[in-house]
C-alpha cells in the first residue's frame, strides 16, 4: 500500500521560512516523479513544484519560482519543499503526491500558515 | 499556462439522479492528459478518471469521463449519497494546472 506522510508544517511569520518533508513507502520510489499541491483554506487545488525521477529536473509554479526549492533523498524515500521568503497568500494545506503523470496517490496534507 | 475553466460552480441534485460536469481548456490538452480528482471536506483528493476516459483502480462505473482537445465532462450516471462532494479537472502536461472546482450538493 502507497504511504504518503508529510511533516514540517506549522505557524511562520510572513518573510520566514520553513521545510515540509515527505515519506514515502509502499512503491518503489525511483520509478516516480513527485510532486507538491497546495489548497489555500476554502480554496481550491493549486500545483506547487515538482521532481523527477533522479531528482535532476524541477518544475514550478510560476508564483513560488525562486522562493520555493522541491528535492528529493532517494535512498531514504524522502522528499522535501523548503520555502522561503513565505508570504501571508502561502498559507495553505501542502500534499505530497506521486505522479504518474496524473496525481494517483496524496499525503493527508500538512498546514502552513503564514501570520504575524 | 493552460487555464482550465469548470462549470457550473455549484450542482444541485437529487441522490439517483445525472450529475454532468465540464471542464474547458484554455489550449489543447496534449494527449488528452486531463484527470477528474473528487475531494471531500477534510481528506486528500481521489483520482477518479485520468487519460480523459480511464477510471482510475477501484472506481465505481457510474463514474466516466469523455471529451478531447478543450472539452471534457465527468459524468456520474446515479448520484449515490457519497458521491457529493467538490470534483476538480486537472490537466497534466509538462506543467499541471487544476480548474477551480464544481461542488456536487444535495437538491
Not at chain 2, 22 to 48: D, E, I, M, T
Not at chain 2, 72 to 95: H, N
Amino acid at each position: 500500500e502507497v504511504q504518503l506522510v508529510e511533516s514540517g508544517g506549522g505557524l511562520v511569520q510572513p518573510g520566514g521560512s520553513l521545510r515540509l518533508s515527505c515519506a514515502a513507502s509502499g512503491f518503489t520510489f525511483t520509478n516516480y516523479w513527485m510532486t507538491w499541491v497546495r489548497q489555500a483554506p476554502g480554496k481550491g487545488l493549486e500545483w506547487v513544484a515538482n521532481i523527477n525521477k533522479d531528482g535532476s529536473e524541477e518544475n514550478y509554479v510560476d508564483s513560488v519560482k525562486g522562493r520555493f526549492t522541491i528535492s528529493r533523498d532517494n535512498a531514504r524515500k524522502l522528499f522535501y519543499l523548503q520555502m522561503n521568503s513565505l508570504r501571508v497568500e502561502d498559507t495553505a494545506v501542502y500534499y505530497c503526491a506521486k505522479e504518474d503523470w496524473s496525481i494517483p496517490d496524496w499525503g493527508q496534507g500538512t498546514l502552513v500558515t503564514v501570520s504575524s | 499556462e493552460n487555464v482550465l475553466t469548470q462549470s457550473p460552480g455549484t450542482l444541485s441534485v437529487s441522490p439517483g439522479e445525472r450529475a454532468t460536469l465540464s471542464c474547458r481548456a484554455s489550449q489543447s490538452v496534449s494527449s488528452n492528459y486531463l484527470a477528474w480528482y473528487q475531494q471531500k471536506p477534510g481528506q486528500a483528493p481521489r483520482l477518479l478518471i485520468y487519460g480523459a476516459s480511464r477510471r482510475a483502480t477501484g472506481i465505481p462505473d457510474r463514474f466516466s469521463g469523455s471529451g478531447s482537445g478543450t472539452d471534457f465532462t465527468l459524468t456520474i450516471s446515479r448520484l449515490e449519497p457519497e458521491d457529493f462532494a467538490v470534483y476538480y479537472c486537472q490537466q497534466y502536461g509538462y506543467f499541471k494546472t487544476f480548474g477551480q472546482g464544481t461542488k456536487v450538493e444535495i437538491k
